[in-house]
Structure formats: C-alpha cells, structure tokens
C-alpha cells in the first residue's frame, strides 16, 4: 500500500468550473507538497505546507494534520491548468509520491 | 536563467553500459535530489545529498551512485545498465533538506532509455 493515496486518479472538466484533488497519508510528516507536471514533462512546485491554507492566484492548498489529509482547490478552472498534480509528503529524509491526478479542462 | 539544469535531455544506450547524467543548480541551495519516474509516471526518490551527508533509498541498486563535485553539482553514474532502468530521471534542489520541509525545484529531467 502506497503511503500517499491520491483521488480522483483522473479528473475531466469543463472550463470555469472548481476543481478540488484530494491528498491523504499515512504517515507522520514534516511537510507535505503539491506539484504539477506539465505535459511536456517539467515539474513544478506548486505548495509545500505543514499546517493550514495556503493561496498562491486561483489554486488554494489545505492541510488537516489530524486527519493526514490535504485539497489541492483550483477556482476558475482554465485549459492551461491541464496537467498532472501530484501530492508528496516528507517524512525525515524520506519523500513520498501519490500516484497523482490528470486533470484535463475543456474549453 | 536556468535554476536546475541537466545533461543530456535523452540518453538512449545498450544493456550493460555505464553512464552519467550531469545535474546542476545555480540556487545556492544546500541540498540535492535524484528522482526515478517509472513508465507508469510514478516518482521516488533515489537519492538525497545534503552538506557532504549521503542519504540512499534503500531500494536503489548500488549499481547507481551520485558524485557531488561541489555544491551545485550532483552527478548520477549507473554501472551496468538493465532494462528496468528505463525512466526519466529528474534532478532537483532545495534550500532545506527535507527533514525541515525543504521546497523543491526540479530540473527538466532526462529520459534513458536501455536498449
């Protein structure tokens, strides 16, 4: 059993809509990341964040330590947000990958 | 300016042979990173490298191993290559390691493909 479970593996939506992909762990951690990985390849730091809420433009992150759970929320959604967002938590010197979430938006 | 950078783009080679692809950043960051993603797109890490301390994944072959010349530089050498090394391997940075958060930032990544 993965340590980060990801959900919906895959996520199609019509452009403006809320899209919410969620993050849930295991383990204790020191913090816990979302990435993006654009088609093409290139990966991206999008949030990394041991409590609380986060905003950075219309994607906002969320983590509930208790329930070892985070959201990942984008507003507004565009086509240009179509990529793959991948949860990771880090756990003393180890880092730990969701399988991670497609997401493709339709004009 | 390129943050984290790596060479080469791709790397097609025949089983059995040893190669090296190079990582460099120009963040001033304390900490780099090996990342393995398979065919299946999952990432994990390899490696972490953090003020000369060597930190493995111990479910990676000793048949690969970082050489870090200097801060900015972590290497990756693979002796004897398999099949099963096909993947795209990314480079990363960080200003923490992770036991302190350490926010990532990730080289364009190379894909090796053995043949």
């Known amino acids: 059993k993965n340590e980060v479970e990801q959900s919906p593996q895959n996520l199609t939506a019509q452009e403006g809509e809320f899209i919410t992909i969620n993050c849930s762990y295991s383990v204790g951690i020191s913090a816990l990341h979302w990435l993006q990985q654009h088609p093409g390849g290139g990966i991206v730091s999008l949030f990394m964040?041991?409590?609380g809420k986060k905003k950075h433009g219309r994607l906002i992150a969320t983590i509930n330590i208790q329930e070892k759970h985070s959201s990942l929320h984008i507003t507004a959604s565009h086509p240009r947000d179509s990529a793959v967002y991948i949860c990771?938590?880090?756990?003393?010197?180890?880092?730990?990958f969701g399988t991670g979430t497609s997401l493709t938006v339709i004009p | 300016d390129t943050a984290v950078s790596q060479t080469p783009k791709y790397l097609v080679t025949q089983m059995g042979n040893d190669k090296s692809i190079k990582c460099e950043q120009n963040?001033?960051?304390?900490?780099m990173y090996w990342y393995k993603q398979d065919s299946k797109k999952f990432l994990k890490i390899m490696f972490s490298y953090n003020n000369k301390e060597l930190i493995i994944n111990e479910t990676v072959p000793n048949r690969f191993s970082p050489k870090s010349p200097d801060k900015a530089h972590l290497n990756l050498h693979i002796n004897s290559l398999e099949l099963g090394d096909s993947a795209v391997y990314f480079c990363?940075?960080?200003?923490?390691?992770?036991?302190?958060?350490?926010?990532?930032?990730f080289g364009p990544g190379t894909r090796l493909t053995v043949l």
């Open positions: 990363a940075s960080s200003q923490n390691p992770l036991v302190s958060g350490g926010e990532q930032f």
């Open positions: 990771a938590v880090g756990l003393g010197n180890q880092f730990y």
């Open positions: 964040l041991s409590s």
């Open positions: 963040l001033g960051h304390d900490t």
